[in-house]
């Protein structure tokens, strides 16, 4: 398994809609492998393809608590159905977004189809945290960040923060 980098805001990259897995070969299977090892050493609690500059329509996430077990999950075209129409808003970040942290409202609950990796399809209520990290990995598939969906003002002062965060990172380690 290897660490792949990952790719951050204003990577153009981040806006691309990806594109459906049709088979789910040695590759595809090593990618998620990777994905959960980056994600783990990032440390974060879900990746998408994209991410790590691969436009594929897969998701990892664990949310297990840090006294627990990991429990890594994979998602190989997901897609979401019967979002409820009752909202809950939780403080996201995101990996490609380092350094911010904002309130983002999305359906309390839904449910994800998706294969797992025998290509079985699986189907899934979420609720709570894993319905927010499911619809913000969703979010990456389809080209938007969590900051996209901030007021311009916020978004761009957001990208502007996280920018800066990292160049401050850098002048500290050199
Ligand atoms: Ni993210």
Do not use: W
């Amino acid at each position: 398994m290897t660490i792949r980098e990952i790719i951050t805001v204003p990577n153009p990259l981040l806006k691309t809609i990806s594109e459906p897995v049709k088979v789910i070969d040695d590759e595809v299977l090593s990618l998620i492998d990777d994905m959960i090892e980056t994600m783990y050493a990032a440390p974060g609690i879900g990746l998408a393809a994209i991410q790590v500059g691969v436009p594929k329509r897969i998701l990892v996430i664990d949310i297990a608590r840090e006294d627990e077990a990991r429990n890594p999950l994979s998602f190989i075209n997901p897609e979401i159905i019967d979002p409820s129409e009752i909202l809950n808003s939780f403080e996201e970040g995101c990996l490609s977004v380092p350094g911010v942290f904002e309130e983002i409202e999305r359906p309390d609950e839904c449910t994800v189809k998706y294969l797992d990796k025998d290509g079985v399809e699986q189907s899934v209520r979420c609720k709570g945290m894993l319905a927010t990290v499911i619809q913000h990995e969703m979010d990456h598939l389809n080209g938007v960040v969590f900051v996209d969906h901030l007021s311009k003002l916020k978004r761009d002062r957001a990208i502007k923060k996280s920018i800066k965060s990292r160049t401050s990172e850098k002048n500290n380690n050199e």
